[in-house]
Every structure is written in structure tokens, then in C-alpha cells.
């Protein structure tokens, strides 16, 4: 009678927090709540819940932490040196003799710079000079956004940053060549499925109107030698070709930039340089970081309180692979408004559900759950970047969703067939 309570109380409390969390409600009290409700509903003793929910995770999140600050640094030096700007300026000479290309263009420097840089704050220095581009060049709003928010979502399948904070929900999932033979080919999927949806959108930009758009001070670029466009892939090649740890290839690859930029060429420029980006990057996912340690809290209340139900949970769930991919196919938009299958959102109880079950290798559930959460990365509004992208293209989130949710949708199918494939 106690369990039948006790899960009763787990589930409807879970019901309450997906429907808090898909109406907007801020994350980083939700799962606080969560965590304490799932202490007192699940009977943790106290001693047990001050250590094992409310102190070792945050402590054991110290490494993931330092790896969201220096690829936010990396992102933050990139924007602030010219390089992400320089980038992006190079196809406007394309743009005026064939805007389809140049379109196609654009999506590729997006990928290429997000495969580095991180966080909303890039995503507006960048996004402020390549809408104008676009717009210029006569592709429709509606294009141009998702285009641009597609773009940064298949980047962040190789991006470290996005990969250490999903690592946190799948324990024996490490960064490396293991992960790294799906996360190259499913950015690669979500790319080929972007340059698709351009090229079938070709005679509504070749036709469209161009817009002239005011420049402001975010826009003014600094010449920087086209050598540096290689930097943001450094810290991804330092990983795959010389097994390097995420840190010191984000530091080089930083380090690197403002050497290739002239920004060390006094100890007072680079010092100034240095702290100036260090802060608005420290600033930028300050948020993000408070967040995650809390979501560490929670999940380890999941845990443990869920730990007398894995019988009830596996008796449910498909262990069939390809039957589980599938129903992932068809469900996959569960995680727009962070639904249950968004790992920033009530999917993080999901993934807690999934891994107390036992019943799957880590790199298979990484993948299952992560492509779907990928999904809302790429066009979901609730996202901060797309909600940034949609109101600075003054566009109705209504045409936003329409436009870009068919095309996220076939890149998350075609990427769980790679999940199956890789890793079944």
C-alpha cells in the first residue's frame, strides 16, 4: 500500500512538473522543487539526501562546469577578436551574384562556427550580421531563421560544450572517438537535410525581395587573416586526432585566436583582452551553470526514489531497440516546450527513469534521448537563441514551429536510424 502511494505520488507529481516546465516555468526552481518533493515522496533519509542528492553531485559536476566556462570563453574570444564576424562577412560577395549558394553558404559558416562557440550570446553576435546578409539578399524571414537555427543545432552534435552538460544524465558516456563516429555523421545528417530544405526553398530566395537592414555597432567587423577561419574546429580535431581532454584544446584553441588576431601583441592588450571576455563569457552561461547543478540534484533524488520501481519501469518499456527507435520517430516533437523528451526540461525525470532501468548500453540511451532533445535545440522556440532569432526577424512563432519543425523532425528520424545503427 506504502509503494502504491509513494509511486502514485511520483508520477503525479512528475505530470505537474511537465506541465510547469512546458508552460515556460523557470527550470532551475522547478527541479529544486523537484529534488526536495522526490526526497520527502521517495523517504530518503536526510543524512543520505545532504550527501548523496544535495552535495556529491554538484561537487562531481566541477569537471563538466569548467568545460561549459573555457567553451564559452572560446565562443566568447571568436565573436569578440572578429573571426566569427569575418567568417560570416565572406559570403556577402557570393550573395550578390547567387543567393541560393550564398544561402547554402551561410549554413555551413554557422556550422562551422557553433562547432566551437557556444551560448546565446554568439548566437547574437553572429546572428546581427548574418540576418542582415540574408535579408539583403532576399531570403524570405522565415527561410532565414530557421536556416540559422538548424544550422546551430547540427554543430552542437559535435560541439563539447553541448556534449559534457548532456553527459551528466548518462554515466560511462565519455567524449571521444566512441561518441564521436555518431556525433560527426548525425551533424553531417542535420546539415545535408538543411542544404535539402534550401535547395527545395531555391525559387522563393531567388525571388524574394531583398531588405535593406540598419547596421548597428554589434555589426563592425575586424579584418582578421582568413587562417583563423580554421580555429573553430581546432578544439573538435585536437579530441579526434590526438585524443587530446576537451580543456586544453578549448584553451589552445582560445589562446590561438588572440595571438592570430594581434590581441597579444602587448601584455596589457592581452590582459585586458583576457578578463573582458572571460567576464561576458562567465556572464553568458552563468545561468545555464546554476541550472545544471541543481539538475544534478534532482536526478540523483530521481535515483534514488525511483529505485524500488526499475521492476515496474522495465516491465513497460520496449527493450526491443528497433521498436524503441521507432516509437522515438513518431514521438520525437515530446520534446518541444520542454516536454518529457527534452533533457533541459521534464525529460530530464525521463532520462532518470531510463537509466535506473539498466536495461540499455549508455551510448544507445544517450542517443536516443539526446537526438530528440536535439529536435527542440534546432526549432523549438522555448530554445534561447531561436527565441532570440524570432524576434529579431520580427517573425509569428506560429510560422517559426511550421516552417522549421518538418525538417527537424526528418533529421531527428534519420539520426536515431544512426543511433539504432551505431550503437543497437
Known amino acids: 500500500m ?26 532551475t526552481v522547478g527541479f529544486f522543487i523537484m529534488a526536495v518533493l522526490w526526497v520527502v515522496i521517495g523517504r530518503i533519509p536526510l543524512p543520505v ?19 561549459i566556462i573555457f567553451g564559452s570563453w572560446f565562443g566568447r ?19 550578390k551574384k547567387s543567393p541560393v549558394l550564398a544561402t547554402i553558404l551561410i549554413a555551413l559558416v554557422t556550422f562551422l562556427i557553433f562547432s566551437g562557440a557556444y551560448g546565446v550570446g554568439s548566437a547574437i553576435a553572429v546572428g546581427v550580421i548574418l540576418f542582415p546578409i540574408m535579408f539583403s539578399m532576399g531570403v524570405p524571414r522565415r527561410l532565414a531563421v530557421s536556416v540559422f537555427t538548424l544550422s546551430i543545432g547540427a554543430a552542437m552534435y559535435i560541439n563539447n560544450v553541448l556534449f559534457v552538460q548532456f553527459q551528466v544524465f548518462f554515466k560511462g558516456v565519455e567524449w571521444g572517438n566512441e561518441y564521436l563516429k555518431f556525433g560527426i555523421p548525425a551533424a553531417i545528417i542535420q546539415m545535408t537535410v538543411v542544404i535539402i530544405f534550401i535547395l ?18 554589434e555589426t563592425d ?29 578549448l584553451i589552445l584553441a582560445t589562446l590561438l585566436a588572440m595571438l592570430m588576431t594581434g ?23 552563468a545561468g545555464l551553470l546554476i541550472m ?28 526491443n531497440h528497433l521498436v524503441l527507435i521507432l516509437i522515438m520517430m513518431v514521438i520525437a516533437p515530446l520534446s518541444y516546450f520542454r516536454g518529457p523528451l527534452m533533457l533541459y526540461g521534464a ?29 527542440a535545440v534546432s526549432a523549438d522556440i522555448t530554445q534561447s537563441w531561436n527565441l532570440w532569432s524570432v524576434e529579431y526577424a520580427k517573425l509569428d512563432t506560429k510560422t517559426f514551429l511550421k516552417t522549421g519543425l518538418p525538417w527537424a523532425w526528418l533529421a531527428t528520424a534519420l539520426n536515431l536510424l544512426l543511433v539504432f545503427y551505431m550503437y543497437h
Open 2 to 27: 506504502v509503494e502504491a502511494i509513494t509511486g502514485g505520488l511520483l508520477i503525479l507529481s512528475f505530470a505537474v512538473f511537465i506541465y510547469y516546465a512546458m508552460k515556460g516555468g523557470n527550470l
Open 292 to 319: 545544471l547543478f541543481v539538475l544534478t540534484m534532482f536526478q540523483q533524488a530521481a535515483v534514488l526514489s525511483m529505485s524500488g520501481f526499475t521492476g515496474f519501469f522495465k516491465a513497460i518499456i520496449p527493450t
Open 263 to 285: 590581441q597579444m601583441k602587448t601584455y596589457v592588450r592581452f590582459v585586458k583582452v583576457m578578463n573582458d571576455t572571460v567576464k561576458q563569457a562567465v556572464s553568458d552561461i
Open 347 to 375: 525529460g530530464a525525470a525521463t532520462a532518470s527513469i531510463f537509466v535506473a532501468t539498466g536495461l540499455f548500453p549508455p551510448y544507445f540511451l544517450y542517443g536516443l534521448l539526446v537526438v530528440p532533445t536535439m529536435m
Open 200 to 217: 527545395i526553398n531555391s525559387k522563393k530566395i531567388r525571388n524574394g525581395k531583398p531588405e535593406l537592414v540598419a547596421e548597428t555597432e
Open 221 to 249: 567587423t575586424k579584418e582578421v587573416s582568413p587562417i583563423t577561419y580554421v580555429l573553430p574546429i581546432v578544439p573538435v580535431t585536437l579530441s579526434i586526432l590526438l585524443k587530446w581532454n576537451s580543456i586544453p584544446a
Open 77 to 95: 574570444v571568436l565573436v569578440e577578436t572578429g573571426i566569427a564576424s569575418s567568417i560570416t562577412r565572406r559570403t556577402e560577395v557570393v550573395g
Open 49 to 67: 539526501a545532504i550527501d548523496k542528492v544535495f552535495t556529491q553531485p554538484v561537487l562531481d559536476y566541477g569537471k563538466t562546469a569548467a568545460t
